[in-house]
């Protein structure tokens, strides 16, 4: 009797847990998708506002940014603050932004959208994969829930794409950031009902670093501008003058983290050798995933007329890939053969797979040529998802989740920008500035190069996780063992 009423007080608790992890998994879906949802629709929004390529790329790169720089600030308000309060504030400012997104009538107010989007993207993620380790940790179910987490992640990246390609031809752009709206709703009602806020969550300081948030956010902006400008044509003394702001931003915000009381990025977490490596690779990892996905699509729509729904399609065996084996196949192999040698076939296959596009034609075969590339460039971005997370969190003792979590999370959006800039950028170059209006034979010719550019990201994260120490610890970072495991260096 005693064990049919642990059983039974064991089940409520069990469904509580998988509800909470529903609605963490919800929100970061929404938040991912609404950076790739919409990749597919950007020749759709560059003909109706009459965008050139560089500056299109600020509707990815605005979001992105702005995401990216103001994670570890979220993250540090939410030791603060509670990390219940800071997710409700994101998903609400996330939900508003993209009804704004969809009604703009200018480049300008699109844009300045995107940038709001991603203050509300930023609080909202920032928390839920500290909440995730804060819940699941202790249980035991760390791993189990971070490749859930991880695959709806990577899965919701490339449902971004087909679900872009649905609702550009059925309904119009503008649907791309409606659909936000009832996702964010829903997803804030339920999580003020049912998401835990633990007193002991929060911290007893109140120090927050501003001046590192706006440095790092400022010095990223300034680099992908720089970029972006290289890829419109523009190499003058102004172009010079941004990547030299850009380089005084970001040296001000190391020196900012140096000499801060509470830094937004503690220097000494970060000069752990796993978690160093572990979000270089997160950080190469994005940046080749966001630039391929981004030149495939061009591709394409621009050299093999597909529409926006079938260019879409195309790309769905990518995300089958990322969700069965991000989520499912990943944590496995990571738990036995350890982080390093999972992120170093990773990066090989993303690697090869990439490089595999340059050999694309005006005339290539979806399934001889596309298809191939796609599947095995997607295994590697899959399998590297979940295991440079897995990474990453095993370096952090008890009590570090939030910078750990932001940090992940800002290595990952950081990439993204400035893959994408580096691309066009390189298709500018070619095109002398035309970019994809350009003559069909450069067009491809750019895409060749900027494919072959992006498969060296990949190669050099597969360096970086060579220098990966070992395997990931046994127990997860959250767990309530005393003492806590040596967390590798």
Sequence with gaps: MASEGA???KRPAQQRTGLILSLLVMAQFAVVVDFSIVQIALPTIRAELAMSLGDLQWIVSAYGLTFAGLLLLSGRLSDIYGRKRLFL???LIFWLSSLAAGLATSEQVLIAARVVQGIGAAMASATCLALIVRIFGPLGRLNQALGIFTAVSSAGFSAGLVLGGVLTEALGWRWIFFVNVPIGIVATVLSARYLPDPAGDRSSGRS???PGALSVTGGLMLLVYGLSEVGNGDTSAGTYLVFLLSVVALAAFIGIEHRSAAPLMPLSFLRRRTVFFANATALLTFATSTAMVFLLTAYL?????????????????GALVYFILGGFGAPRLVRRFGARPVLVVAMACLAVGVLSFSRISLTSEYLAVVLPALLLASV???LSATASNIAALGGAERGEEGVASGLINTSRQIGGPIGLAVAVSVIGLVTHGAGVTAAGGEVLTALRYAFITTAFFAAFAMV?????KGKPRSTPVGTSQTPPPQSPR
């Design 7 to 9: 059983g039974a007080e």
């Design 89 to 91: 504030i994101g998903l």
């Design 208 to 210: 927050l670093d501003v």
């Design 301 to 317: 729509q621009v050299l093999l007329a597909y529409t926006p729904l079938y260019a879409a399609l195309a790309i769905i065996p």
């Design 380 to 382: 590697g971005g899959a």
């Design 464 to 468: 970086c996780s060579l220098f990966l």
